[in-house]
């Protein structure tokens, strides 16, 4: 069993910073990879940015410049420091957790609870 506790969301101004955090527990063999996605009312999920266990990153063009992903290996934790943040990134965010829990490297998708996001104008 696989377990993500999210933190670090709130309420903030325009222009204001936030950081998520996401640590993953339980019965994780290898991690591909970790990121953020977030859902406004009435839209769909959308990516918001990725970190692959090579280090690549990818970032939605709406937060790019503004948003980075990082993580730390040893606690199987993945961050979001969020930068110069306007009400259209207000939503819930998801942490998202690409892992095998065997050396099969069979990857499943985990998701976190979501925290919400609110960027006050």
């Known amino acids: 069993q696989v377990q993500l506790l999210e933190s670090g969301g709130g309420l903030v101004q325009a222009g204001g910073s936030l950081r998520l955090s996401c640590a993953a527990s339980?019965?994780?063999?290898?991690?591909?990879?970790m990121g953020w996605y977030r859902q406004a009312p009435g839209k769909q999920r959308e990516l918001v940015a990725t970190?692959?266990?090579?280090?690549?990153?990818n970032y939605a063009d709406s937060v790019k410049g503004r948003f980075t992903i990082s993580r730390d290996n040893a606690k199987n934790t993945v961050y979001l420091q969020m930068n110069s943040l306007k009400p259209e990134d207000t939503a819930v965010y998801y942490c998202?957790?690409?892992?095998?829990?065997?050396?099969?490297?069979?990857?499943?998708?985990?998701w976190g609870q979501g925290t919400q996001v609110t960027v006050s104008s």
């Open positions: 998202n957790l690409q892992c095998s829990t065997t050396y099969r490297l069979r990857y499943t998708n985990y």
């Open positions: 970190i692959t266990s090579g280090g690549s990153l």
């Open positions: 339980g019965n994780i063999f290898s991690i591909n990879a």
